[in-house]
């Protein structure tokens, strides 16, 4: 068990990284963040910011050195520089299950050779490949394997000379191509599993998504047990159990059929679960604190239903001609059961978040209509 005030080791600062710095600060220890962007929003707040690449050997012994513990914010940090640090310090989760996540081809395998449940697929490593192809992946969506995210990297395509012209845009980059299935809803699982593999699964998130972005998540009940949400838990913790992980885990699922199928694993806390900040005993980035360093998980449960909003960098472009302009959010404070929260980056642009919105209430129904009513005060339209 690593007690405070010992000093935690980040990679990567961003929101998510800087969610851990808060909560870390909150229970007593000191963050140093490696992230190689000078304005990083989670390294202005930490005790230190190592502004250099990731794998800088430097600043990687620089942390072997002074942390107790070191962990992740995001799954692109290279698993290698995540094995050189597990040489010296403990690193939760372990490099092995941050690399099944970062790469799709591997994700997808690990599914498949695990038994859970996921859409068909396929890896592309050629155009042959596209070729060769089963027809049941058409339509489908073509993923890059590496560094794709937020619909980034993704393209449709209904014919086999689509996948090609979407390969050869990708600079044949390794591709997965899914077959594309009709959706009833998406939702996710965050999770935290400790060393012992004690696992505290946070209540379900029904998910939202404009233009492969997550838009809102819903959480209409304090603790359901319905089917769907009883085998989302159970699919999430065996994939924990599974990579015998320890921190926060995100797991994203489609709805088809009545069927869920494993959609995305994230080896960090994940964006439909900022709504524990506020609706939960315990937030998913304290979670991740506790499990970095060995303490009793907290108490997931929810004492609210929630919305949580995202808001991203296109409120402050609402006339189209370039000039950023801040948005009035005396709308959103004039909402009484409303948390806002804004993240300080530098730079707001199009399609980037830039902070979230949580909506909470007894009432599930009510909560959802304030929320969406508070969406569309701030400017956020429906399209």
């Not at 010992?6 to 969610?19: E, F, K, M, P, W």
């Not at 620089?62 to 040489?87: D, G, I």
């Amino acid at each position: 068990m690593i007690q405070p005030p010992a000093t935690l080791g980040l990679l990567g600062g961003g929101q998510l990284g800087r969610y851990f710095v808060i909560a870390a600060h909150e229970l007593g220890y000191r963050v140093i963040v490696l992230d190689p962007d000078a304005h990083s929003i989670a390294g202005r707040i930490a005790d230190e910011h190592l502004a250099a690449p990731y794998d800088d050997q430097e600043a990687l012994n620089h942390l072997a050195k002074h942390c107790s513990a070191v962990t992740t914010e995001f799954e692109s940090v290279p698993a290698q520089v995540m094995a050189y640090l597990a040489r010296f310090v403990s690193v939760r989760p372990s490099p092995e299950a941050v690399s099944i996540c970062q790469n799709r081809s591997t994700e997808k395998a690990f599914l498949k050779a695990n038994g859970f449940p996921h859409a068909p697929f396929a890896e592309i490593h050629s155009e042959a490949a596209i070729d060769n192809a089963a027809a049941e992946l058409f339509p489908g969506i073509l993923k890059v394997a590496r560094f794709g995210y937020d619909g980034k990297g993704q393209a449709r395509v209904a014919r086999r000379d689509e996948a090609l012209a979407a390969f050869r845009r990708f600079s044949s980059e390794p591709c997965v191509l899914e077959s594309e299935l009709p959706l009833e809803c998406e939702v996710s699982v965050v999770l935290a599993r400790d060393e012992n593999g004690t696992t505290e699964s946070f209540p379900m998130a029904w998910n939202h998504h404009r233009h492969g972005i997550l838009d809102h998540s819903f959480i209409p009940k304090q603790n359901g047990s319905g089917p769907l949400r009883v085998r989302a838990r159970e699919i999430a913790e065996g994939i924990a159990s599974k990579m015998a992980y320890v921190g926060t885990l995100g797991v994203e699922f489609f709805v088809t059929g009545g069927k869920l199928l494993v959609n995305e694993i994230a080896p960090r806390p994940h964006n439909s679960g900022h709504y524990t900040l506020d609706a939960c005993v315990t937030s998913q980035y304290e979670q991740q604190v506790r499990a970095l360093c060995g303490l009793p998980l907290g108490d997931p449960s929810a004492h609210s239903a929630a919305l949580m909003v995202n808001l991203l960098g296109d409120l402050w472009y609402p006339d189209g001609t370039g000039l950023a302009r801040e948005p009035d959010w005396q709308k959103l404070h004039a909402v009484s059961t409303l948390k806002l929260h804004l993240y300080g980056k530098h730079h707001a642009r199009p399609g980037r978040k830039m902070g979230h919105f949580t909506v909470l209430g007894d009432d599930p129904e009510k909560v959802r209509v304030k929320a969406m009513e508070a969406r569309e005060a701030i400017g956020i339209m429906e399209q």
